[in-house]
């Protein structure tokens, strides 16, 4: 499928993960891509290029202003301009327990900073390009945790169920100017993070699932990649789970 030729497509945390599932998926649906991330890993762009693909690297901060237009100024150097953007880049909190009571500043910032402030701060320094080429489309990587109730995720979800809300906002504010703006929300996804984690843990998260597996990268970026093509033009200000049946088994979590 060629869904996404003669576009150019951002995309955060594309070094590893969900990230760099949906970076590949665009490019093999015909996107020129700029793989953006705060590590200095080109694998990505080396597997797009080697495919015959398009893309540029970009070591880059999601919480920081300043890198975004600097990310911007690269992309329209290199591709001539931004047309889709895809928010992908997150953490959970390391610093301390992600629970209301025990969560500390640090943990707090850590998480809200990349998690919602980096989504603000990329679809604020995208928007304008978008509006003045006639529109554009965003993706936003939120989680099951900005729907569900789940145990020590408080920073987390509270970051997550922003990006979702932010997901709407944005879609309201500027889908009169060809701007759409849409959000997948994961389940538990099969990416390094959960590479260490014990066989039973996997299986607990496993059964969550009405499918009873961890859904894969490539699973998630095929969403995405759906709302960042034409082929969901009538699709704006949408929440898709992308959760193996999880949120359809209500309270059994």
Not at 30 to 42: F, I, L, N
Not at 93 to 112: A, I, K, Y
Not at 217 to 239: K, M, Q, R
């Amino acid at each position: 499928m060629d869904r996404l030729q003669e576009t150019a497509t951002i995309v955060t945390g594309a070094a590893q993960g969900i990230g760099r599932a949906v970076a590949i998926r665009c490019a093999t649906e015909g996107s020129k891509v700029v793989v953006a991330d705060r590590q200095d890993d080109e694998s990505t762009v080396k597997e797009i290029i080697e495919a015959g693909g398009q893309a540029l690297h970009v070591v880059m901060d999601v919480r920081d202003q300043r890198d975004w237009r600097m990310l911007v100024d690269r992309t329209r150097e290199h591709f001539g301009a931004v047309d889709r953007l895809a928010n992908v880049a997150g953490v959970v909190n390391m610093h301390s327990p992600d629970n209301v009571v025990e969560l500390t500043d640090e943990g707090w910032n850590s998480v809200v900073d990349t998690d919602l402030k980096g989504v603000w701060l990329g679809m604020q320094a995208v928007i304008p390009g978008m509006v003045e080429r006639g529109g554009g489309s965003i993706v936003n990587v939120a989680s099951m945790a900005a729907l569900k109730g789940l145990s020590n995720l408080a920073a987390y979800s509270a970051a997550k169920g922003g990006v979702v809300a932010l997901t709407r906002q944005v879609a309201m504010e500027w889908g009169t100017r060809g701007i759409r703006c849409n959000c997948v929300c994961p389940g538990t996804i099969d990416t390094p993070i959960l590479a260490d984690i014990p066989d039973d843990m996997r299986s607990k998260y496993a059964s969550a699932h009405i499918i009873h597996r961890l859904g894969l990268p490539e699973e998630v970026a095929a969403a995405a990649a759906f709302f960042l093509s034409d082929d969901a033009g009538f699709c704006t200000g949408e929440i898709l789970p992308v959760d193996g049946g999880w949120n359809a088994k209500g309270n059994d979590n």
